[in-house]
């Protein structure tokens, strides 16, 4: 079973060491699409209204594979 890293990017860079197996790569992406709002709930825009998170999927070569992201964005309606 091939080995896949996720590595994070929440407005700092953390590297994957262990990486996690999967049946294919299918079952990777399906793991950072469940990684990206898991790391999003803890991650709460702390100095301003934007931030984007980034997860990063590379292979046993470390070939980049894949890539989720979402972004958050804050409008304030008041003035």
Do not use: S
């Not at 080995?3 to 590297?15: A, P, S, T, V």
């Not at 989720?68 to 804050?74: E, K």
């Amino acid at each position: 079973m091939p080995r896949y890293y996720f590595d994070i990017n929440d407005g700092r860079n953390e590297r994957d060491e262990e990486g996690v197996h999967c049946a294919d790569l299918q079952a990777a992406v399906l793991e950072a699409k469940r990684l990206l709002p898991a790391v999003a709930a803890d991650e709460v825009p702390q100095d301003g209204e934007r931030q984007a998170i980034t997860v990063l999927v590379t292979d046993e070569d470390g070939q980049a594979v894949y890539l989720a992201a979402l972004a958050y964005t804050g409008t304030w309606l008041i003035r």
